[in-house]
């Protein structure tokens, strides 16, 4: 019975493993991508478990499948550990620096909470604050911000990719673009940190590969493989920051990072999962921020629970002109 049941889900956690290295963009294959934390974990315990098995041959088997499945996994996740070095050093130079707050939030636009991320928002007081899933009701809830945040750009819809922006910053060049789906919006602008140092933001909200919103990841990889061109070779500061339904170990991830040339500040820090919140055992990063070289890091953090199935994230950079 114990041999049939770990036989059983070593060849799941294969199969699984596996299907994601196919080449197919259906979200039934693409979906695996984002339990690798679990999957990893699972496969160890199989691992383990594989030692005290009586049958030679199947115990050799079992073992050297539970041992790939699990070192393919780390390989993806190990970026987002402690054990690997920091990518975006921790500010060293204080001096003559600006700094940049940026709370970002995907609020689930069903959840009425406004005043848990409005406490948030007053709380931390971000220089930037970014909202994705508003719609009209969020819009008007958040109005006891305008006063802190006079510079604010709004795209509210009922489709769950409404977006809004509250900066204490001045913006420039503002645009809010459908970069590839009809109502799926993206804001990009300046933000002017003083007369002579601005700041080129894309915010990006792409749908996700799921049965209930796209059948493959082609619109949202194509979406982030776009910004991914657009920054490439650019010598201006860019932040990039968003819920971009897609974790940061996907080999889509991997490639913006690479396409674009921007650091991820939680490479070797840790995986800031910010979703689920309401299951801790199946969580991963899906809120992300990217950034040139021209920042350090002073923070980022997971904050707490504002009743969205995300939690807010929370990042100070310091604008230090390293270029």
């Known amino acids: 019975m114990l041999e049939t049941l770990i036989i059983t889900l070593t060849l799941t956690t294969f199969v699984i493993t596996v299907v994601p290295i196919l080449p197919s963009n259906h979200w039934l294959c693409r979906v695996w991508e984002f339990p690798r934390v679990q999957i990893a974990m ?18 050799i088997v079992l073992v050297i499948t539970n041992a790939l499945t699990s070192l393919y996994q780390l390989f993806w996740i190990l970026p987002y550990t402690r054990f690997y070095p920091i990518q975006v050093p921790k500010i060293s130079t204080p001096n003559n620096t600006l700094p940049i707050k940026i709370l970002t939030s995907n609020v689930l636009m069903p959840n009425h909470s406004a005043e848990k991320l409005i406490k948030l928002v007053s709380l931390h007081q971000p220089d930037v604050l970014v909202t994705l899933e508003t719609d009209r009701w969020w819009q008007d809830a958040l109005q006891p911000l305008h006063a802190a945040y006079p510079h604010r750009v709004n795209r509210p819809l009922d489709n769950l990719y409404g977006m809004h922006l509250y900066s204490k910053y001045a913006l420039e060049d503002v645009e809010i673009l459908d970069l590839i ?84 500040p939680r490479i070797g820090r840790g995986m800031f999962n910010t979703f689920h919140t309401g299951y801790p055992f199946m969580r991963w990063p899906l809120d992300h921020i990217f950034h040139s070289d021209h920042f350090e890091l002073s923070t980022i953090q997971r904050m707490p629970s504002i009743d969205s199935d995300h939690f807010p994230l929370l990042t100070e950079l310091i604008y230090v002109n390293t270029k």
Request: some cysteine; glycine content about 2%; charged content about 20%.
């Open 181 to 264: 789906e009809d109502n799926i919006p993206s804001i990009h602008c300046y933000l002017l940190l003083n007369e002579k140092v601005k700041v080129k933001c894309h915010f990006l909200h792409p749908a996700p590969p799921s049965p209930t919103e796209n059948t493959t990841s082609k619109p949202r990889d194509k979406e982030l493989l776009l910004i991914a061109k657009k920054v490439a070779d650019n010598s201006e500061p860019i932040i990039v920051t968003g819920d971009l339904n897609d974790v940061a170990w996907s080999p889509t991830t991997r490639s913006f990072r690479h396409i674009s040339g921007l650091k991820d």
């Open 42 to 59: 699972i496969a160890i315990c199989l691992l383990i478990a594989s030692f005290y098995l009586t049958s030679s041959i199947t115990q």
